[in-house]
């Protein structure tokens, strides 16, 4: 394995959600931890991102993707970084998670992935007490009733009928760090469109509003398809776009949707260390 002190990244985005992909499948890195991936991700300093990536090799799958949201916490699972992985590896692969092994095949306008099967027991989001996560009998400041999904991470879903009118960038800090969330939760508040179709915005933990969250897509379609609201497959609209989210009979998700390289470079890592 060759070492190196100048790192070369990849610049992508999955419908503006932003990433600083790193390859270390064959050339080693020095270890990447909370301080250098904020680093990394910060917009004025840094190379700016929503999540900083890192490919590794891996035993139980073709290679291993490590996520670390903006404020450095590393975290087990980001759909539109799949995309992205899948659209630069360039064919159909097996990529192991911290939430799991899920698979990725690249299409002519992005990439579709396997996202796996969703959790839907209280311990499992995880909760800090016990409850149904069809229709959580919680609220906070109008958002009321809520659902629960872990989709390889921990999601809270509110439909509404007006996406746009709740003040998500104040309600966000406060759910996703409420204490019954004990590994903090992203927060999604949805509008069903019709039988085919949601509109979506998140408040991705660590992150803040994103413009694009596809494993909030496939929890949000999920629960939507859990409470009979809509079709087994639905476009969710988030304010960067389109994703397709089908759950099949086999209970596995199916993200499809598009995925840009818009970059490349590279950065002296004693500048970040």
Request: net charge negative.
């Amino acid at each position: 394995m060759r070492r190196m002190t100048r790192v070369h990244f990849t610049k992508m985005h999955g419908l503006g959600n932003d990433f600083v992909v790193l390859d270390a499948r064959e050339t080693t890195l020095p270890a990447i931890d909370a301080r250098v991936a904020r680093a990394l991700a910060d917009r004025r300093t840094g190379i700016g991102c929503d999540q900083l990536i890192l490919l590794e090799p891996s035993d139980a799958a073709d290679f291993r993707m490590r996520i670390f949201n903006h404020d450095g916490g590393e975290v087990e699972a980001c759909g539109n970084a799949s995309r992205a992985v899948a659209l630069l590896h360039g064919s159909a692969a097996s990529v192991e998670t911290g939430g799991g092994v899920i698979r990725v095949e690249p299409t002519d306008s992005g990439a579709t992935v396997d996202m796996g099967e969703p959790r839907f027991g209280w311990d499992a989001i995880p909760l800090a007490y016990g409850m149904d996560t069809a229709l959580m009998p919680v609220g906070w400041d109008g958002l009321d009733q809520p659902g629960a999904v872990n989709v390889g991470n921990p999601h809270v879903i509110f439909f509404v009928e007006d996406t746009d009118a709740v003040p998500l960038d104040r309600m966000g800090p406060g759910i996703e760090t409420d204490p019954l969330f004990p590994e903090r939760v992203n927060v999604n508040v949805a509008t069903i469109v019709s039988r085919t179709h949601i509109r979506l915005r998140v408040w991705e933990r660590g992150v803040g509003l994103t413009r694009a969250c596809g494993t909030g897509a496939c929890a949000t379609a999920i629960h939507a398809m859990r409470r009979g609201l809509v079709e087994r497959e639905v476009t969710v609209t988030l304010p960067g776009g389109d994703l397709t989210i089908a759950w099949g009979e086999d209970n596995r998700m199916l993200m499809t949707g598009p995925a840009t390289e818009s970059y490349r470079g590279s950065f002296a890592w004693s500048d970040f260390a």
